[in-house]
């Protein structure tokens, strides 16, 4: 894990940015396409900001997303799919994007994004870390070992409210308490990850997951087996490395 610890929030969405792009080029060069992940949430909005602004010949790079709440139509304000369109998607237009719809059968559901990401080799997964340190929706204790790539998982109270304090949401009752999310097996199977997490609110998690063991009660700590995870922290997030 490469540890990049930057001035301020903005700094940090235009490195990561830059860092990304820069391995999505290589991998156009190299293959004449590209396989991304991209994630969501308060923590990759400065980091998207920048990320539509570099040159890379979009129309070759197929996209994936991390996750989506069950139930949740995709005009709420907190809709991902909704969030990946207005901020990414609409911007660069991709060759494709390949929504999570947690609308309808969501085994099915998962069983399809399980089958096409097969036919993808990913080369970049933007992700974050949670306040109660998950990887995409895999709350802790996360499932390390499943071969599923796109599973039903249940969200914790820590994860909920994070979401409401965020503003996505009015209320915790609000809040859904089940999403479709990309399981930690198949991120961890990405060429390279650059994973974006500002503010005082995640320091405790960032120190548990670079400090601590790697356990599935902090699951982003598995990120410490992936040799090419890199690390942006702002100087907030990272306040308690030391």
Not at 45 to 62: C, G, H, P, R, Y
Not at 93 to 109: I, M, S
């Amino acid at each position: 894990m490469h540890i990049i610890i930057t001035d301020n929030k903005n700094e940090l969405g235009k490195r990561a940015a830059e860092a990304g792009a820069g391995f999505i080029r290589k991998a156009i060069l190299k293959n004449g396409r590209a396989h991304i992940i991209v994630a969501t949430g308060a923590s990759q909005f400065e980091m998207l900001a920048e990320l539509v602004k570099q040159e890379i010949d979009w129309s070759v790079v197929t996209c994936f997303h991390l996750d989506e709440y069950i139930g949740l139509p995709e005009t709420h304000p907190a809709s991902f799919r909704k969030y990946l369109k207005e901020r990414f998607a609409d911007i660069v237009k991709p060759k494709a994007f390949h929504y999570v719809n947690g609308e309808g059968d969501v085994q099915a559901e998962c069983q399809r994004l399980h089958n096409l990401i097969g036919q993808y080799p990913i080369d970049v997964a933007f992700v974050g870390i949670g306040e109660n340190a998950h990887l995409a929706f895999n709350d802790p204790p996360a499932d390390f070992e499943t071969e599923e790539a796109y599973l039903v998982v249940g969200l914790d109270r820590a994860c909920r409210q994070q979401q409401m304090g965020e503003g996505w949401f009015g209320s915790l009752e609000e809040v859904p308490t089940q999403a479709i999310s990309m399981s930690v097996n198949r991120i961890m199977q990405s060429a390279h990850i650059i994973c974006s997490v500002p503010d005082k609110r995640k320091s405790q998690a960032v120190a548990r997951v670079v400090k601590g063991e790697v356990t599935p009660l902090v699951p982003a700590s598995v990120l410490q087996k992936h040799a090419s995870t890199y690390l942006f922290l702002d100087k907030h997030s990272a306040s308690l490395l030391g």
